[in-house]
Structure formats: structure tokens, C-alpha cells
């Protein structure tokens, strides 16, 4: 079983930073593209930014230069480096994973439970 378990939500202040993570645990051959996704109350799901095993990086276009994804390879773990936080990226951020779990398996894509941020004075 494959599960993903993101952590760093929580209340901040506008202009304030926030750090997201999200570990890939359970029995798999490869993980592939690594990602970050919001929603906001009322608003569909969309792509934050998402990265790929070699460390290729794509963003959407709004939130270029204040969010940062990384993610290290040996944990199976992906990052978000949320900075000059605005009231408008309140959402619930999920994580996601292309994995590969055996040899000769496609790949699936995973999400994790979600963790909630609210930007707020």
C-alpha cells in the first residue's frame, strides 16, 4: 500500500512563509513527477507547482517566485516553500505522486489527505 502523508499547514499571517512536506511511503519500483495541488473553498483543484525525479520544475504562472518546490530523492519526499503568503492562497494544499509500484506496471497517481492553509491577520 502506498500512502502519502503531507505536514507544514497551518494558520500564518499575510507576507509570512510557510514549509510543506509530503512523504511517499509504502512498497514501490519508481516515483516519478512529484506535486503540489490546492483547493479553495468553491474552486476547482489546481496544479501549484510539480517536479520531476531528475529535478525539473514546472509552476503555474501566478505563483512563480513566491513558491518553491523541491524534494529529495533518498526520503521520497517532496517540499513547498511558501513565501509572501497572500489571503488568496488560502486552500487546502494536496500532495501527489506518479508511482510506478512493480517492474512491469503502469504508473498510478497518488494523493495525500490534504493539509489546510489559512492566511489571515
Known amino acids: 500500500q502506498v500512502q502519502l502523508v503531507e505536514s507544514g499547514g497551518g494558520l500564518v499571517q499575510p507576507g509570512g512563509s510557510l514549509r510543506l512536506s509530503c512523504v511517499a511511503s509504502g512498497s514501490m519500483f519508481s516515483l516519478n513527477l512529484m506535486g503540489w495541488y490546492r483547493q479553495a473553498p468553491g474552486k476547482q483543484r489546481e496544479l501549484v507547482a510539480d517536479i520531476t525525479s531528475g529535478g525539473i520544475t514546472n509552476y503555474a504562472d501566478s505563483l512563480k517566485g513566491r513558491f518553491t518546490i523541491s524534494r529529495d530523492n533518498a526520503k521520497n519526499t517532496v517540499y513547498l516553500q511558501m513565501n509572501s503568503l497572500r489571503p488568496e492562497d488560502t486552500a487546502v494544499y494536496y500532495c501527489?505522486?506518479?508511482?510506478?509500484?512493480?517492474?512491469?506496471?503502469?504508473?498510478?497517481?497518488?494523493w495525500g489527505q490534504g493539509t489546510q492553509v489559512t492566511v489571515s491577520s
Open positions: 501527489s505522486a506518479d508511482i510506478q509500484r512493480r517492474v512491469l506496471s503502469g504508473l498510478v497517481r497518488y
